[in-house]
């Protein structure tokens, strides 16, 4: 989802749109008008739009003769109703003088129009507009590559920032210059797209639907199909349009994404990201506004103009945010992709790193469920939110589009093209890509069994801190491939909390005193980074990363590793706490202190702990808590509780010699964008380890990973701060 910094847009992403409007100009064939109405009434998927009509006017929506909602035209002219159940609607003037004609709503999974209704579209280079079902136009502009001729294989941008801006050009130049045409489209309700925007609603994914078939029916796309392409916001799009099904559409490649906006990213542990994710949605919010990207007005197009006047309708997404602390199945399912990657029906690479500072690094948690994919790829690694476009992943990734969407044998200009995205986003120059697969002499179907013969996992480790390299390039110093996910033949280690501070292998044999400690956010910083967005993707951001100030948290330290290990997955800290307070908010840190005194950042996770309740799909390797309201449950006064703590997934070596360290403190300080709304300052939090309450950290190991015995500098390690350990 991120945020946009020039110089390195290329990178970043956005949340969702949606796109109605255009039968303002041109009204479409499921638009209900004639000279006698007051209106334009327009269906679609769960909405009924009114436009053109008087503003200030009171009208009525009405199913079977009943009321289902009122509202008030905007001074645009224009009213929308959401949310509806399929079925028949009619509107009625407020003094009931006027009463339309029925109209149909349908919903998501209603039969797409005939194949004719893409072949009548023409899109051709350059700025135009899409229709989609419901009559709505979303804005898009096309690329062609600079060599060979048409039909060319050709990858889309689905965005709600502003790929169809003819001005945004970072992304069709790497794409056109791989031989790709390029077409960049706005979503409903951005840019010069019309209808107004909701964050990921369902109409978005039937809109997608709709674009890559008007896309794949234009003369000049090779086989008339096309891969999707993007990274955050646009690499979660691609999820939601794949769930479809659109027959033209052969691979997607979601780079830097989410598993459920809700736990992933919105409100980790039951607690509200104010770092980043409210103020992206707000920040969408103001860009859906009418003109709201700045670009739109200089567009001297009538459509375009005319598809801004549904934007006063746009929700306020912050205040959906803000309303639902709890998980609200009606608001929160629908922007949980976790929940619907399973009918993902093609070919699949995503890429993503443990520390992206935007988008989280929960999204592992949903790898095992693209189980309909035929070909599903997953690159990891250590790393910021643009790790998914770094060296290292590039060429496999470049290599996957060159066979699932080009259907040719890999052509290697990546290796080109590669290293001036690494130099845009990391401000080092003379990078080259590493060697890949060699495909030279291969004919395009045994190129294809050699790409997919591999292990369809990859995990790439120490990013940053490539042998011969700069410190801090993106580049791997190893890694290590696995056939599914979690990988296969891990290992569980159970560490338990002891008394003192010892973290170890079996839990203490007497009853102890309990550890306390004041749970205070404001003894540090909101997070442990104050740079720029983009600054933090370069070799070495500047960070903040502080030892808990005494007193306001604990930690446990286990004894110098006797042999390396390797840690690889999710895991849960178990542990036995009681407070005064009716509520307290935890953040657990996982993080390798090396024997020269130097602590490397791993992995943090959080949690209210009133939202402790367990779902059923929990496991003893990952909580997943219900986040309902009716199961929020306070702390009980003198009584210890048992709170579980997610710590999402993370690939780290822990070499011989070093140790590993959990802390526990209030949130904060531990992401270099993420803050939290925390409770109240300073409640006291005692945390009991003994016999019988025994407190551990569950982690999963691997074995059979070559691990160099030497530790590279840990401030080469991208996205991996480290500072000075003591207790």
């Not at 209603?110 to 009559?135: K, M, N, S, V």
């Not at 690329?143 to 039909?151: D, E, K, L, N, V």
């Not at 039937?206 to 896309?215: C, M, P, Q, V």
């Not at 990546?414 to 401000?427: D, F, N």
Request: hydrophobic content about 35%; charged content about 20%; aromatic content about 10%.
């Amino acid at each position: 989802m991120l945020r946009r910094t020039p110089p390195a847009r290329v990178l970043l992403v956005v949340l969702p749109a949606l796109a109605l409007v255009l039968a303002m100009l041109a009204p479409s064939q499921t638009a209900s008008a004639s000279p006698l109405t007051p209106w334009v009434l327009r269906p679609g998927t769960h909405q009924v739009e009114v436009l053109q009509a008087t503003p200030g006017a009171a009208l009525s929506l009405l199913r079977d003769t009943a009321v289902v909602d009122t509202g008030i035209v905007d001074s645009q002219g224009s009213l929308v109703w959401r949310r509806l159940p399929v079925g028949r609607y009619v509107v009625q003037t407020d003094d009931r003088s006027f009463t339309s004609e029925p109209v149909h709503v349908t919903g998501l999974h209603a039969q797409p129009p005939a194949q004719a209704f893409y072949d009548a579209q023409t899109l051709d280079r350059g700025f135009g507009f899409i229709e989609t079902r419901d009559g709505t136009t979303l804005s898009a502009n096309v690329s062609f590559p600079a060599f060979g001729s048409p039909p060319y294989p050709t990858v889309v941008e689905y965005s709600g920032y502003d790929p169809s801006n003819p001005a945004y050009t970072t992304f069709a130049q790497i794409f056109n210059a791989m031989g790709y045409a390029y077409v960049g489209v706005n979503i409903r309700g951005t840019g010069c797209s019309g209808g107004s925007f909701l964050p990921f609603e369902p109409v978005q994914s039937l809109d997608g639907y709709d674009a890559i078939e008007t896309i794949a029916a234009q003369p000049w796309v090779k086989s008339h199909t096309l891969g999707m392409v993007g990274i955050s916001y646009p690499g979660i799009e691609q999820l939601y349009v794949a769930r479809t099904q659109p027959p033209h559409l052969s691979a997607i490649t979601p780079l830097s994404v989410i598993d459920d906006s809700y736990r992933g990213t919105l409100w980790p542990g039951g607690i509200l990201n104010t770092g980043f994710a409210e103020p992206w949605a707000s920040q969408r919010a103001k860009d859906a506004q009418p003109y709201g990207e700045g670009w739109e007005a200089g567009m001297n197009s009538q459509e375009c103009d005319g598809n801004q006047l549904v934007r006063l309708q746009n929700p306020d997404p912050v205040a959906l945010i803000e309303d639902n602390p709890f998980y609200n199945k009606t608001y929160y399912q629908q922007i949980d992709p976790s929940r619907f990657v399973r009918r993902i029906d093609v070919p699949v690479y995503l890429a993503g790193a443990w520390q992206d500072e935007q988008t989280g690094g929960h999204f592992p948690a949903f790898l095992h469920r693209f189980r309909s994919s035929p070909a599903f790829y997953a690159t990891m690694s250590n790393g910021s939110h643009t790790e998914a476009l770094s060296l290292g992943e590039f060429g496999r990734y470049a290599d996957f589009l060159d066979l699932y969407v080009a259907h040719r044998v890999p052509t290697g200009l990546a290796s080109l093209i590669a290293p001036r995205v690494a130099q845009a986003l990391t401000g080092i120059a003379g990078l080259s890509m590493p060697p890949g697969n060699d495909y030279s002499g291969m004919t395009y179907a045994q190129a294809k069994r050699a790409y997919a013969s591999a292990p369809h996992i990859r995990v790439l480790f120490e990013e940053g801190a490539a042998a011969g390299q700069p410190s801090g390039a993106p580049l791997p110093r190893f890694e290590h491939s696995f056939s599914s996910w979690p990988v296969p033949g891990g290992q569980r280690m159970r560490l338990y909390l002891g008394a003192t501070g010892r973290l170890g292998d079996a839990p203490e044999s007497r009853r102890h005193k309990a550890r306390s400690f004041s749970a205070d956010p404001s003894a540090l910083p909101a997070t442990d980074y104050t740079g720029s967005s983009s600054a933090i993707w370069q070799a070495h951001p500047a960070y903040d990363w502080r030892q808990i100030p005494r007193g306001t948290g604990l930690g446990w330290i286990t004894r110098p590793m006797r042999k390396t290990t390797v840690v690889l997955g999710g895991g849960s800290l178990d542990v036995w706490v009681r407070t005064r307070a009716k509520d307290v908010d935890l953040e657990a840190t996982v993080s390798d202190v090396r024997p020269n005194g130097r602590e490397v950042y791993v992995q943090s996770g959080w949690l209210r702990a009133s939202h402790r309740t367990l779902a059923p799909s929990s496991t003893a390797l990952r909580p997943v808590h219900t986040d309902l309201e009716r199961d929020a449950k306070p702390m009980p006064a003198g009584t210890f509780r048992l709170l579980r703590l997610e710590i999402p997934a993370f690939a780290q070596p822990f070499r011989k010699g070093d140790r590993l360290r959990i802390t526990l403190d209030a949130p904060g300080a531990a992401k270099p964008l993420w803050a939290f709304r925390t409770l109240d300052h300073g409640q006291r939090v005692w945390v009991a380890a003994d016999r019988r309450h025994p407190s551990s950290l569950l982690l999963t190991t691997v074995a059979g990973i070559h691990v160099p015995p030497k530790a590279p500098p840990c401030r080469s390690l991208r996205s991996q701060p480290c500072r000075s350990y003591h207790r």
